[in-house]
């Protein structure tokens, strides 16, 4: 199964998390995706800034865990488009 998560973050809680530039958010994102030291990267991200604070995308064959997802508002789908709101 392909997830796709979809997490909001609104300004106050990036500058709080000290997501500063890109590396800081590559190294986020691996954090959602424990155990894989030294293993290939099997996600695919996105970020987009909006009016409202940044827009972080994820394709996975797993769904993200803590602690990068539970800091904003998310959103999974997976392959069949069924939504869940966490």
């Known amino acids: 199964m392909t997830h796709l998560t979809q997490v909001i973050f609104d300004f106050a809680t990036v500058a709080r998390l000290r997501l ?8 986020a994102v691996w954090q959602a995706f424990p155990g894989r030291d030294g293993e290939r990267r099997e996600f695919l991200t996105r970020l987009d800034r909006r009016r409202e604070g940044f827009r972080l ?14 800091e904003g508002r998310r959103k999974l789908e997976d ?8």
């Open 79 to 86: 392959e069949a488009g069924s939504g869940n709101v966490l």
């Open 57 to 70: 995308l994820m394709v996975s064959p797993t769904p993200p865990v803590r602690p990068l997802v539970s």
């Open 20 to 27: 500063h530039d890109s590396y800081d958010w590559h190294q």
